[in-house]
């Protein structure tokens, strides 16, 4: 079976900005997702976890190595893949509906039909009756909800998340991984989700990615995650199996975790 | 005090009014400065003269010619410029090559006090309107062109990439991300390109023009008739501010996406 991403050595080196060294964020990553997995990437603050998102999605051109897409080489912005950013990318001067219905409208479906779409991936997540409010108007949580939909209407194969729910509180995150289950086992994709939360990665996995501190991150271990689905986010982190995992990875993450610290200390104390 | 603010306010008005009336008569009080009782009233002169003027200008209906006139020049002056500002804005903020390239001549076309350009376009334009339109064009465009210039640097990154990867091509992104967001900040700058508008049209008058409330100052002026002057000083002022209000509702119905600062509509 193809990989839905397949990473084969890929290299990423950002051009030096005036004065400074170049920097090497990923440096001989060989990864794959395969088709209709979930699969979450931890690591330390600042280990290059956004820019192989950005690889993926095509924002940011690979220095060396190959990205391939469901078997085929890739290159610029990956139309098959719907990404949900950390920050707030909801266009501010456009109702929740038009936001969810832009990416119809790029594609040229009919005014009347993306509305009809719009309201109804709306409902699905849950925020039926508020189409007609600007993203100022919405709760953090409602936010997001409206980034879903506007990604998923779209029906991407690939679901990009660069932690998409690390700014709510703890309820409504909870609450929103279940949602994102939900949605997910119901028309299975696959998910690159990158999170700096362990417990997150574990509940929410089939396979855990740990990526070493940067520069030059590159994944040190993988971890299948065998709990069983439907999973509910809060229950499962309370199983023994969910404990025992949480243990392992930590371990194997511990160390590079306190590299991480400590270079970003040096970066800043220099 | 704070609720019947309003109140406070014409009262001071009618304060100041008084005041003005009581100290530039002729022969009311005992001479304060000049010897002469028809001084203060030459150089000052008497409100309850002014809105007499005023109320001949309106009940006459002489001024209405003069206010349209001034009014078309600052709404087409507005709307020119407006339009020129956004879109060198957006070429500009879009195209580093041709940014470096104008660079130091908008800064340099900014430094020139523009009012001296009057002459020059009244030459070129003739003593009609287009004169006065063109100097209140030359006011309005840079301050729509370098909000719209910012704006357009400081489109949130995030919302762009996000944009893309819904899919926008080149056009759709100019169409749905950076044009709405130039035109908040071309919003956002709206009351004083309204304001410089209305300047380049009354000074355009007031330089050379058969028409406009500039224009009934002028010759005023050159009756040495203070009432007149004062009259038509206070008819644009109470022109500006209806200008004014007209923009703040304007603005309020346009950017309605806009978080107000007291806004507590949060769900």
Redesign the interface.
């Known amino acids: 079976m193809t990989s839905a991403v397949e990473f084969d050595r890929v290299t990423v080196t950002f051009a030096p900005r005036a004065g400074a060294a170049p920097y090497t964020a990923l440096k001989d990553v060989s990864l794959a997702i395969g088709d209709g997995e979930f699969v979450s990437v931890v690591g330390p603050t600042g280990c290059g976890k956004s820019t192989l998102l950005n690889i993926v999605a095509g924002l940011l051109k690979s220095s060396a190595g190959q990205l391939r897409v469901f078997g085929e080489p890739h290159t610029g912005i990956n139309r098959r893949a719907g990404y949900m950013f950390q920050a707030d990318a909801l266009m501010p001067w456009r109702t929740a509906l038009a936001n969810v219905t832009a990416g119809l409208e790029f594609r040229g479906v009919a005014r009347d039909e993306a509305r009809r779409r719009g309201r109804d991936w709306l409902a699905r997540v849950g925020l039926a009756g508020f189409e007609d409010l600007y993203p100022h108007q919405l709760s953090g949580g409602m936010r997001k909800r409206t980034a879903l939909a506007q990604m998923l209407i779209l029906d991407p194969q690939i679901l990009l998340m660069d932690e998409p729910f690390s700014a709510l509180d703890i309820q409504t995150r909870q609450l929103m991984e279940n949602e994102l289950l939900e949605l997910w086992s119901a028309n299975r994709k696959s998910v690159v989700f990158i999170t700096h939360d362990l417990e997150e990665a574990i509940s929410l996995s089939d396979r855990v990615v740990v990526l070493s501190a940067g520069p030059a991150a590159h994944p040190i271990g993988e971890f299948a995650i065998d709990l069983p689905r439907p999973r509910d986010v809060a229950e499962i982190r309370l199983t023994p199996r969910f404990i025992e995992m949480h243990d392992r990875i930590w371990h194997s993450m511990k160390e590079e975790v306190l590299r991480g610290y400590a270079q970003n200390r040096n970066r800043v104390m220099s | 005090m704070r609720k019947h603010l309003w109140i406070w306010q014409l009262v001071m008005l009618v304060v100041i009014f008084t005041a003005w009336q009581l100290l530039a008569q002729p022969d009311l009080l005992p001479p304060l400065v000049w010897e002469n009782p028809n001084r203060a009233s030459f150089f000052f002169g008497e409100p309850v003269k002014i809105f007499g003027v005023i109320w001949e200008w309106f009940t006459a209906g002489a001024i209405y010619q003069h206010l349209w006139v001034t009014l078309q020049e600052t709404a087409l002056a507005f709307v020119i410029g407006s339009a020129l500002g956004l879109a060198f804005g957006l070429w500009l903020g879009l195209s580093p090559t041709a940014s470096a390239l104008f660079d130091p001549y908008i800064t340099a076309v900014n430094a020139m006090p523009r009012v001296v350009l009057a002459p020059i376009f009244m030459v070129w334009f003739g003593l009609g309107i287009w004169s006065k339109v063109a100097l209140g064009v030359t006011l309005v465009f840079f301050i729509v062109f370098f909000n719209v210039y910012q704006g357009v640097r400081e489109v949130?990154p995030?919302?762009l990439?996000?944009?893309?990867?819904?899919?926008?091509?080149r056009r759709?992104l100019l169409r749905?991300?950076y044009l709405?967001?130039a035109t908040?900040w071309v919003f956002s700058s709206l009351h004083t390109a309204v304001g410089m508008a209305f300047v380049g049209a009354v000074v355009g008058e007031y330089l050379g023009s058969a028409r406009g409330v500039g224009y009934l100052i002028q010759q005023a002026e050159g009756a040495f008739d203070i009432n007149t002057v004062f009259a038509g000083i206070l008819v644009l002022t109470a022109f500006a501010l209806v200008l004014d209000f007209a923009v703040g509702r304007a603005e309020r119905r346009l950017l309605?996406?806009?978080?107000a600062q007291s806004?507590t509509?949060?769900?």
């Open positions: 949130s995030v919302v990439n996000n944009t893309v990867m819904l899919g926008a091509n759709q749905y991300v709405p967001s908040s309605v996406w806009r978080p806004e509509e949060q769900l």
